[in-house]
């Protein structure tokens, strides 16, 4: 079983930064993609940004220029440095792990809450 846990939410001023961390533990081997999705009230969960045990990374649109992703593999830790925060960033996020060896299971955690104040 593995669990994730996100840390690093909180608020902020736009125009400000944030750096969201989350950890998967329990894994018996590697884990194969990590990210990160959001939702505000109202909205649909949307995904936000994820990363490969490669590298090979993915960004939403709205978050291009803005957000970077990266991972230690060895951790199995993924990082979501946001810059440059707008209002519209105010979501719960909430983190994502798919380890090689429970495919095709996806592992989330409970989420971290992101308030940007214009």
């Known amino acids: 079983q593995v669990q994730v846990v996100e840390s690093g939410g909180g608020l902020v001023q736009a125009g400000g930064s944030l750096r969201l961390s989350c950890a998967a533990s329990?894994?018996?081997?590697?884990?194969?993609?990590m990210g990160w999705y959001r939702q505000s009230p109202g909205k649909q969960r949307e995904s936000v940004a994820g990363?490969?045990?490669?590298?090979?990374?993915n960004y939403a649109d709205s978050v291009k220029g803005r957000f970077t992703i990266s991972r230690d593999n060895a951790k199995n830790t993924v990082f979501l440095q946001m810059n440059s925060l707008k209002p519209e960033d105010t979501a719960v996020y909430y983190c994502?792990?798919?380890?090689?060896?429970?495919?095709?299971?996806?592992?989330w955690g409970k989420g971290t809450l992101v308030t940007v104040s214009s």
């Open positions: 329990g894994s018996d081997g590697s884990i194969n993609v």
């Open positions: 994502y792990a798919d380890p090689y060896s429970a495919y095709p299971l996806r592992y």
């Open positions: 990363i490969t045990s490669g590298g090979n990374t």
